[in-house]
């Protein structure tokens, strides 16, 4: 099963910036969509972005117009840069394949947005 590791998580001020990135342990050629996730305390995982092996990309309407998301396949890797952050972005970071199917949960990044 492909693995990820995510990093690049912190504590940010309102209205900062962070890039995250997320490591597969192989291959992401063949994975058509790759997405990011977060799960806030106490509730639900949920996806905030995608992109597809064409770079076609996708986001919810909460983060749209701040986040970006990004894929080097040849790196194996997915990026997320996040822009005018805010409190309510506070959760954990999460990459993965869409649907989640032969792929592992990594770790996570946590992501605080505080003054």
């Known amino acids: 099963q492909v693995q990820f590791v995510e990093s690049g998580g912190g504590l940010v001020q309102p209205g900062g910036s962070l890039r995250l990135s997320c490591v597969a342990s192989?291959?992401?050629?063949?994975?058509?969509?790759m997405a990011w996730y977060r799960q806030a305390p106490g509730k639900q995982r949920e996806m905030v972005a995608s992109i597809t092996s064409q770079d076609i990309t996708s986001y919810a309407d909460s983060v749209k117009g701040r986040f970006t998301i990004s894929r080097v396949n040849a790196k194996n890797t997915v990026y997320l840069q996040m822009s005018g952050l805010k409190p309510e972005d506070t959760a954990v970071y999460y990459c993965?394949?869409?649907?989640?199917?032969?792929?592992?949960w990594g770790q996570g990044t946590q992501v605080t947005v505080s003054s």
């Open positions: 993965n394949s869409f649907p989640v199917r032969g792929t592992s």
């Open positions: 192989g291959s992401i050629l063949s994975i058509y969509i």
